[in-house]
């Protein structure tokens, strides 16, 4: 630095009080005069008391959203590195949470359970018989929000299963006092307390009636007042199968370059060893396809490629089976394993897949919609049997040997396999309208009370 840049460093400097700052006196401007304090219409003149016995919580500890903050990386961040999964339980269950872009295997299996029960028609039973008639809810359960009882179902089980419970929330009800419409809530803005034995449920920190939610949950413990459900413990493998994408990423836009080792036949500074790597590297990703040439003695020598490729594959295979046995997928389903490795055919995967995986959770859900949407006596359930009914060949051998033994007869049997298709033909089990053919608990199809805190209108449905 020369005489003349330390000169002009030196001017441009601040001057420097002598002696210790804290000892300099204050400036001549007067202390500001504070308002008295007041937690009157907040946040206009909302000055708490911020000391003593009577000190508030703040407007903003009181007016604070449920939902956690993201994470996000702050600038400079790696972009080779991944941000913690802090707060990851908090949004696992929507279709784009954590978990699902940890692992696409997580999406495929919610997907396919939550299609599947939400194609299942609901009907009502009484006292186990089937009934042709049911409320309007099974049609359509809020038509503000949803265009039909199936994308409500698919919401509500993709919950349930993602995220360890459903919550739902009574927006109109029936002149005898059940729900007629309702909606599901995003779990992550519901927050539970128990205050004095009774719990309490605040939506976006506004309270609600706890007699407007139905609370379903996956797994429950006592004293635990959340659902849980299979993805919480999922954390280790997911990381597992999200390293090992990162790894096939990775040597895709490397140009297939397999882990290796350049051998240089003389000594080289490690300055000139990195220069090599780096020429590499970037030689194969920018010319993909062309063949690398090595000068100077120097050989690449690639470490065992296909032991390793097969070691990393059969790990994610059985990292992604782990994470679809813990959804209750059979692997086979989405594409991890033949269906001849463990089921004979594919209507035995399909009645595995009911019988072990759904028909728990469809039998859970329908029960807890029933004690709250339903009197006494009443229940509901789904129909399963498009999903695991058998052949052509063996529900013919079937419904012959019911027809010889006088269960069915020959018209029943048409209109089971829907083969009356005449103008006018309806099924009798079945109403002719949505309205007019309510059971006898109820107001047919109108409901006549709003729940004021939905901020909706009820109509005819």
């Not at 997580?106 to 396919?112: G, M, N, Q, R």
């Not at 609901?122 to 042709?132: E, I, S």
């Not at 139905?214 to 997911?238: C, F, M, N, Q, T």
Request: with cysteine; charged share 15%; proline share 10%.
């Amino acid at each position: 630095m020369t005489q003349r840049s330390r000169q002009l460093r030196t001017s441009r400097s601040l001057p420097q009080p002598p002696g210790d700052p804290r000892a300099q006196p204050p400036n001549d401007t007067p202390p500001g005069v504070n308002p008295p304090p007041t937690t009157v219409n907040p946040p206009g003149d909302y000055n708490p008391v911020s000391v003593g016995p009577n000190a508030s919580d703040g407007y903003g500890n009181e007016h604070v959203q449920n939902a956690p903050a993201p994470v996000s990386a702050w600038s400079g961040w790696p972009s080779q590195w991944s941000t913690p999964l802090w707060n990851a339980s908090a949004d696992n269950g929507s279709p784009l949470s954590l978990w699902s872009r940890l692992a696409d295997v997580v999406f495929a299996c919610l997907d396919l359970n939550s299609s599947i029960l939400s194609s299942m028609p609901p009907f009502l039973v009484n006292n186990g018989n089937r009934q042709g008639a049911g409320r309007t809810w099974l049609l359509n359960p809020e038509p503000l929000a949803y265009v039909s009882w199936t994308e409500f179902a698919k919401e509500a089980f993709w919950s349930y299963i993602g995220a360890g419970e459903t919550i739902l929330f009574c927006t109109a009800r029936y002149s005898d006092g059940f729900p007629s419409r309702f909606m599901c809530l995003n779990p992550a803005l519901v927050g539970i307390e128990r205050n004095g034995g009774r719990i309490e449920y605040r939506v976006a920190s506004v309270p609600v009636d706890p007699a407007d939610i139905l609370h379903i949950k996956y797994a429950s413990w006592p004293g635990d007042l959340r659902g849980h459900g299979p993805l919480e413990v999922a954390g280790a493998r997911l990381l597992t199968i999200a390293a090992l994408q990162k790894y096939a990423t990775n040597l895709a836009t490397t140009g297939g370059l397999p882990p290796a080792i350049i051998k240089y036949p003389r000594r080289a500074s490690r300055a000139q060893m990195q220069q090599m790597q780096l020429d590499w590297i970037e030689a194969r990703a920018s010319l993909m396809g062309v063949p690398a040439v090595l000068a100077d003695g120097a050989e690449l020598d690639v470490l065992n490629p296909q032991l390793q490729d097969a070691a990393l594959h059969d790990l994610a295979r059985f990292s992604e089976a782990r994470v679809a046995t813990l959804l209750s997928v059979p692997p086979s389903l989405v594409g991890l394993g033949s269906v001849s490795e463990t089921y004979v055919n594919a209507t035995n995967v399909f009645d595995y897949h009911w019988r072990a995986g759904l028909r728990p959770k469809a039998q859970a859900f329908s029960d807890a919609l029933a004690g709250w949407l339903l009197p006494r006596g009443w229940g509901m359930e789904l129909d399963r049997d498009d999903y695991i009914k058998p052949g052509m060949f063996e529900r013919a051998q079937s419904y012959s040997m019911l027809i010889a033994s006088g269960v069915l007869s020959p018209a029943e049997v048409r209109t089971m396999e829907r083969y009356d298709t005449h103008a006018g033909d309806q099924d009798p089990d079945l109403p002719g309208s949505d309205e007019g053919n309510e059971p006898p608990f109820g107001t047919p199809g109108r409901p006549v009370q709003t729940n004021a805190n939905a901020g909706m209108e009820a109509t005819t449905l």
